[in-house]
């Protein structure tokens, strides 16, 4: 059964998560994630070492290719969550608009899944798995789809 209340205390957490990857914000975007969890990224390597470490070096490399003078567009789009009382799941197409530090431009969705354990009160996100759809004929990332 879905629990509203764990729910809606998800997705406040995802608001805060969104506001601080829109302001390239690190300690911010990974305030959710477990000391432990697993990430499966849209970049390789296949999975990424385990931990909120592991999380918060990746993101400062994703922003660090961006013009430092500009926030990203970023949000969260279709996003579905499903909680019980200790353990829940959010999915959702995320979308990105920036500008490269080249000054090149990023429009692109990827998938997001997230699982998540609340433990002492807290929801923490255990196990994070992104990707994008490839086109078999060519081995290529579809990264131009849009919902």
Known sequence: MNNTTEVAAINELLEE???AIRTKNVTGAVKNYAP????????G??????????????LEQWFSTFDPKKDLNFEQVELATTAG?????????????ATFANGGSLDMYWRETLNWEKT?????????H??????????KASTQLKP
Do not use: M, Y
Request: net charge negative.
């Open 85 to 97: 009382n200790n353990l829940a799941f959010s999915h959702s197409l995320n979308h990105v608009q």
């Open 45 to 58: 390597p296949l999975q990424h070492p385990e931990g909120c470490a592991s999380v918060a070096h990746r």
């Open 130 to 139: 992104s990707s994008v759809p490839f086109d078999p004929s060519t081995g």
């Open 120 to 128: 002492a009160g807290t929801w923490k996100i255990t196990h994070t």
């Open 36 to 43: 432990d969890v697993t990430v499966f990224d849209v970049v």
């Open 17 to 19: 998560q969104t506001k």
